[in-house]
């Protein structure tokens, strides 16, 4: 069945180190999207892509980097440049621009 | 600056009554909007949209009010079942600042609460 799928769902990662966060669809979409989630501050933008590779960076992507080689995958990379780390990211993806994203289950990342 | 505003972080309920979440925007040129609805852990689920173009549109017991000249959107839950607890999102979609691509945009949430 169709779906959008993060990987893993719980992360430990020491200062430092680079870690990459896994969003694959099946949906067929062209849009996807990451967020970060923190307590209080509701779903901020990190990265956008309408179209492989091409992206756009979103409201806060200092310390983070992505890539769209393939339709249906959009790592986003967590770079020891991003001053605080731990938070929930969510990927999602919508077929095209106006139309109802879909999200995964999330990734909850720890910096230790 | 926020461009997508909910302004109550939480509202509380009983059952079978209605309930109202509100948000506000600045940015004129969004054309698309959206409601979520999340559980703690998990990832957002779409609830219902809105076009620009309208003014209202229905889903069940779930209602959208547009208002743009007020750049206010609601939902309106009735009758609120207690399945409904959760964190509420609105977001919006516009066109970003190159002009080819569309960012969605999403406001800092209200918890409701149904009482039983």
């Known amino acids: 069945d169709g779906g959008i799928t993060q990987s893993p769902k719980y992360l430990f990662r020491k200062e430092g180190q680079n870690v990459t966060l896994s969003c694959e669809q099946n949906?067929?979409?062209?849009?996807m999207y990451w967020y970060r989630q923190d307590p209080g501050q509701g779903l901020r933008l990190i990265y956008y892509?309408?179209?492989?590779?091409?992206?756009q960076k979103g409201d806060i992507a200092e310390g983070y980097s992505v890539s769209r080689e393939k339709k249906e995958s959009f790592p986003l990379t967590v770079t020891s440049a991003q001053k605080n780390p731990t938070a929930f990211y969510l990927c999602?993806?919508?077929?095209?621009?106006?139309?109802?994203?879909?999200f995964g289950q999330g990734t909850r990342l720890t910096v230790v | 600056d926020q461009q997508v505003k909910q302004n109550s972080p939480s509202l509380s309920v009983q059952e079978g009554r209605i309930s109202i979440l509100n948000c506000d925007y600045t940015?004129?040129?969004?054309?698309?909007f959206l409601w979520y609805k999340k559980y703690p852990a998990e990832g957002p689920t779409f609830l219902i949209s809105?076009?620009?173009?309208?003014d209202k549109n229905e889903d069940g017991r779930f209602t959208v009010f547009l208002n743009k000249s007020a750049k206010h959107l609601s939902l309106h839950i009735v009758p609120s079942q207690p399945g409904d607890s959760a964190v509420y999102f609105c977001?919006?979609?516009?066109?970003?600042?190159?002009?080819?691509?569309?960012?969605?945009?999403f406001g800092k949430g209200t918890l409701l609460t149904v009482n039983p």
């Open positions: 977001a919006a979609s516009a066109q970003d600042s190159g002009g080819s691509n569309y960012k969605l945009t």
């Open positions: 892509s309408q179209i492989v590779n091409d992206f």
């Open positions: 809105i076009s620009s173009i309208k």
């Open positions: 999602a993806s919508s077929i095209t621009y106006n139309t109802e994203a879909f």
């Open positions: 949906l067929n979409h062209d849009a």
């Open positions: 940015n004129s040129m969004f054309d698309y």
